[in-house]
Structures are given as structure tokens and as C-alpha cells.
């Protein structure tokens, strides 16, 4: 598959713009972040894409990449990736034409690539509210078919990115539930949720859950590591099991709220 023909997004909340303090309507944008990828979730990723490989080789793979890279950049060599573009440069002033690590260092100047600004082109940002909203839902991801969105598949596990969606708290109404078009609630237990973070959750979808359209209600008391809700809290989002309808309403409809619960502190 072609770079350009995959799609991303990237999720984002609106802030004040504190340079034109004159201006209370000016806003700004802040990433909202997806998390921190290491070298072994990059491992991690590929493995995803082409799981015949043995994790050793990828390993093996990406530390030779990083010391031949080093080792290019490091005896003046212009790299260029693709994705980036990369060159050695220096700081500071020299005296007595002499380098003096007291004065002067290297430093590597990274600058974005063809592969990558045509990935830019094909990505979409996704104002999911202001920075400092308590709770929302920001995206999805099938496991079985890695397509982003609010459909998923029976029997798979299903990524839902946000913020403070994490389960917790003691209430018989904390947990994560499906409910069909006839109003049948299947809940999913705690040992169906393989990932239980603040800003992301994994769970199973049921093996035997029918195609079609359901309700996904995240409820939690989550705020932070010290801090729950006396009163839990739930959003909601519409989540297609197996396809979507062609036309049909767009996946993830809530009602118009944006995915942030109707009362934030």
C-alpha cells in the first residue's frame, strides 16, 4: 500500500491564545497526545503489519539502522530518509581556531522529508473540544482490520483513544457496555479490558455479538491517579459491529456533543 494512500488523524483541543490577550475569541490548537511509542512498540507495529517476522530479526533490524545512521551523521554525511532529512551542525563561537566543547557543540538538524509531508497532506485533525474538558472520545481502532473509526469486530479487541476514560471507581455503573437497537445491554468484564489507561482503553468485543448498530457507554469515576468522582460519569458513541451502513449515519454519532460528557468540572 502506497504512503498516500493511507490516512491518519491527529486529535486536538482548542486553547486561548495567550500572545493576543486583547482577543478573548482567538484559539490555538494542542495535540492531544496519543501516548509515548519506544522502540518496542515500534517493534511492536511492525510485528502487527507482517507478524511472520521473528521479533529478534525486527530488533536486530532497527539498532543496525540506528548505529549506521550514527555513523553517518557523525562523520558528515546529509541523510536523508524520506521521512526526514538530517545533517550535523554546530554551535557557538570559536576562538584560537580551536573547538572547545566548553563553547561549541554538535547538534543534528532534523528536517521533515517528501514521504513525510505527503503523509501531512493525507492527514485530518479532529477538534475533539477545549483543552481541559474532563472527558471525551477522541477515535477508535478495529484490531482485525487496523481501519480507524467507530466499527469493530466480533470476537477482536477494539482501541478507544480519549481522555479520562479510564475504569475506575467502585459504583455498580462503572464498566464498559454495548447496548443493540432493541435495548439488550452486554457488559464488558473486567477480564475483557486488556488495556485500562487514562487516555486509552482495550477491550474484547464478544465473540457472539451480531452485526449491527450499538451503543458504546464508557462510565467511570476516574478524574486522575488521586482523584475519583463521587458520582460516576458516562459518554456515549455509536459503534458499528462488523460494517457500516453505506449512507448510513457516521460512525461514532453522539448526539452532537462532540464526545464530552455534558457536565465538566
Not at 514521504?115 to 473540544?129: F, Y
Not at 445491554?185 to 450499538?214: H, Q
Not at 456515549?236 to 448510513?248: Q, S
Amino acid at each position: 500500500m502506497a504512503t498516500t494512500d493511507i490516512k491518519y488523524t491527529l486529535n486536538a483541543q482548542l486553547a486561548d491564545n495567550t500572545v493576543t490577550a486583547d482577543n478573548k475569541d482567538d484559539k490555538i490548537l494542542t495535540l492531544v497526545s496519543a501516548g509515548t511509542a519506544d522502540k518496542q512498540r515500534l517493534i511492536s507495529e511492525i510485528m502487527e503489519i507482517n507478524p511472520g517476522l521473528e521479533r529478534e530479526t525486527v530488533e536486530a533490524v532497527i539498532n543496525l539502522e540506528q548505529r549506521v545512521l550514527k555513523k553517518l551523521l557523525l562523520t558528515g554525511y546529509r541523510v536523508n530518509t524520506g521521512l526526514f532529512s538530517a545533517v550535523a551542525q554546530f554551535t557557538g563561537t570559536v576562538e584560537n581556531n580551536v573547538f572547545d566543547p566548553e563553547r561549541n557543540s554538535v547538534y543534528i538538524s532534523l528536517t521533515q522529508g517528501k514521504e513525510l509531508r505527503e503523509a501531512i497532506q493525507a492527514t485530518t485533525v479532529n477538534i475533539v473540544g477545549e483543552k481541559g474538558s474532563t472527558m471525551y472520545v477522541a477515535g477508535g481502532t478495529d484490531t482485525a482490520t487496523r481501519a480507524p473509526g467507530f466499527t469493530a469486530t466480533a470476537g477482536r479487541n477494539y482501541t478507544l483513544t480519549g481522555q479520562r476514560i479510564k475504569i475506575a471507581g467502585t459504583d455498580p455503573a462503572v464498566g464498559i457496555t454495548l447496548t443493540d437497537a432493541e435495548g439488550k445491554v452486554t457488559r464488558i468484564t473486567d477480564d475483557m479490558i486488556a488495556l485500562n489507561e487514562p487516555s486509552r482503553l482495550i477491550f474484547l468485543i464478544p465473540a457472539g455479538l451480531a452485526d449491527g448498530a450499538y451503543t458504546l457507554t464508557v462510565t467511570t469515576q476516574f478524574v486522575n491517579s488521586k482523584q475519583l468522582l463521587k458520582t460516576p460519569r458516562s459518554i456515549t458513541k455509536t459503534l458499528y459491529v462488523g460494517e457500516a451502513p453505506a449512507g448510513g449515519e457516521e460512525p461514532g454519532g453522539d448526539g452532537g456533543d462532540d464526545g464530552q460528557d455534558e457536565s465538566p468540572l
